[in-house]
Nanobody, 124 residues
Framework: QVQLQESGGGLVQAGGSLRLSCVAS????????MGWFRQAPGKEREFVAA????????YYADFVNGRLVISRDNAQNTLYLHMNSLKVEDTAVYYC?????????????????WGQGTQVTVSS
């Protein structure tokens, strides 16, 4: 299994921006579909965005509304989440995860390897 490590979280004011990174170990990163999820206190983990193995196709949750952009650099084994126009309700722990196929549902159970998460806190 691939090992994942997120970074880039922090405290930011509403309207601000952050870039999250997820570095993967191993040489198989480029073969995986990658996703970002988030979990706010007292809430279930929810899907944010996914990107195909070659980076050519992306899919977003409805609430993203163009504010968050997922991308990947297969040469650097790194997944990104560019976060703009952040809102207080974006406060959560953000996780990256892998799976081997594109399409279908984007429930957390559909993904296998997970990172430890990075905290994003948006203040008003």
């Amino acid at each position: 299994q691939v090992q994942l490590q997120e970074s880039g979280g922090g405290l930011v004011q509403a309207g601000g921006s952050l870039r999250l990174s997820c570095v993967a170990s191993g040489r198989t990163f480029r073969s995986y579909v990658m996703g970002w999820f988030r979990q706010a206190p007292g809430k279930e983990r929810e899907f944010v965005a996914a990107v195909s193995s070659n980076g050519g196709t992306t899919y977003y949750a409805d609430f993203v509304n163009g504010r968050l952009v997922i991308s990947r650099d297969n040469a650097q084994n790194t997944l990104y989440l560019h976060m703009n126009s952040l809102k207080v309700e974006d406060t959560a722990v953000y996780y990256c995860a892998t799976r081997t196929y594109w399409g279908g549902t984007y429930h957390p159970a559909d993904f296998s390897s997970w990172g430890q998460g990075t905290q994003v806190t948006v203040s008003s």
